[in-house]
């Protein structure tokens, strides 16, 4: 076999291994194919990587949209002129039903008579249990105050007996038979009874 050597090594004709004919091994072919083996996956991974890019067609690329950030939030500049007082949220009272009945003007009265401000008339359960004139809120030192005005069937604040009593936010009252919620406008839960 004619064998040639190349910067101190052996090199093969085509065919041969290394080791000479009939060999029994062929380190040369075997580093020869694992040498190919690196070089196509080094291909196959600069085109998968980034070689993609260059060998393909390139798109002319469309405007992306940005989004839109909300503008930093402004501190308000104090105005000269003076703000006006908030008037405070009115009182009201709930009936069983539902309905609302603001108390728009003290003393507010309660009763059957066309002259008071809240007429309990046929459309309130067990109307027919309040006085013509059975009582009135009145505004007190310490909040609002529902007294009776000698009605026959009495008045009850949280289910109590009462001829007087402060009214709180939330609390319950019975004008003889008619039931109430008083609220007061500021969303703060009641006291005690």
């Known amino acids: 076999m004619d064998t040639g050597v190349f910067a101190g090594t052996r090199v093969a004709r085509c065919g041969e291994n290394a080791a000479g004919p009939g060999g029994a091994g062929s380190p040369w072919l075997v580093i020869g194919l694992v040498g190919a083996a690196g070089l196509l996956l080094l291909a196959v991974a600069l085109f998968f990587l980034g070689g993609v890019r260059h060998w393909s067609v390139r798109r002319k ?33 709930r ?13 507010f009265t309660i009763g059957r008579d066309q002259s008071n401000h809240l007429i309990i008339d046929d459309t309130f359960p067990q109307w027919q249990t309040v006085s013509r ?3 009135h809120i009145v505004l007190h030192p310490q909040g609002y105050m529902i007294e009776d005005q ?4 009495q008045l009850r604040v949280q289910g109590r007996l009462t001829e007087r009593n402060l009214l709180h936010n939330g609390w319950k009252l019975h004008v003889g ?13 009641g006291g005690a009874a």
Not at 63 to 89: D, W
Not at 177 to 189: L, M, S
């Open 150 to 153: 000698g009605s026959q069937n």
């Open 133 to 135: 004139h059975h009582a």
């Open 61 to 93: 690329r469309e405007p992306m949209a940005v989004p839109i950030r909300p503008s930093t939030p402004t501190i308000p500049i104090p105005s000269e002129e003076p703000l006006l007082p908030q008037t405070p949220a009115q009182p009201y009272l």
């Open 177 to 189: 038979g008619v039931a109430f919620t008083f609220y007061d406008g500021t969303n703060k839960p």
């Open 95 to 107: 009936s069983s039903d539902g309905r609302s009945f603001p108390l728009a003007t003290l003393p």
